[in-house]
């Protein structure tokens, strides 16, 4: 697996298990770059533990420059955000460029503040959607008017989270599910869903088809039985 850290690298290497193959470094300083310090407790515990390979990136967390879209399957973001905002980046951007390189099923692990700037942590990764799409089928660009009948398909289909206690300022623990079809054009769910109804059908079939054998062989053999039974 791939893991691309959003902040406090030098805490992750620690609680990856050994079996991970890479750690993708991204940075929340304003110039995206790792401090000098982080490069080398990094280094310290990855020969200690002979862990992941890290792949060392400076690249700001809300602009993965360097990472492929759904090329990681997680991404790691520990008390990033209120830095980010410190340092000049946009924590939700940095949230986005997550949901962009998580591979489908990838899953986004987060420790952030609870609320940032008047904005809930939680609420913004559970409304992000990745399209919003009209009645007549179109995709409605974003700051185009609202309306309450528009669909929305989330990026993140599946959201767990927690307090974090003993922490002055509340914080919010978790793991969001990149959704499977996230990457889906309205097109692609259509021919998706057509082609898992059409399989939902041949399974049905199928079961019908052996319930009828079944139902055959069971007959046949208690008329042999009785047929037995005469001939003695």
Request: with cysteine; proline share 2%.
């Amino acid at each position: 697996m791939k893991f691309s850290v959003l902040f406090h690298c030098k805490l992750s290497v620690t609680f990856i298990p050994k079996t991970m193959r890479t750690l993708i470094t991204s940075s929340a300083e304003s110039d995206g770059k790792l401090t000098v310090t982080a490069r080398r407790q990094l280094k310290q515990q990855a020969d200690r533990r002979k862990a992941a390979t890290i792949q060392y990136e400076d690249q700001r967390a809300d602009d993965l420059t360097e990472v492929a879209d759904e090329s990681v399957d997680i991404v790691i973001s520990l008390q990033a955000c209120e830095r980010m905002r410190d340092n000049g980046q946009e924590w939700k951007k940095s949230v986005q460029e997550a949901a962009r390189v998580l591979k489908p099923g990838g899953r986004l692990l987060f420790v952030e503040a609870t609320t940032i700037d008047g904005v809930k942590y939680l609420d913004y990764i559970q409304n992000l959607y990745t399209m919003r799409v009209g009645k007549d089928g179109e995709v409605i660009a974003e700051g185009d008017g609202e309306d309450e009948n528009d669909i929305r398909y989330p990026v993140f289909d599946e959201v767990g989270s927690d307090g974090v206690d003993l922490v002055i300022v509340p914080h919010v623990a978790g793991v969001a599910i990149k959704a499977m079809d996230a990457g889906l054009s309205p097109a692609e769910r259509v021919a998706k869903a057509a082609q898992e109804e059409k399989d939902r059908l041949a399974d049905l079939s199928i079961a019908a088809f052996e319930r009828g054998n079944k139902k055959r062989r069971k007959k046949k053999k208690k008329k042999t039985d009785e047929e037995a039974v005469e001939s003695a």
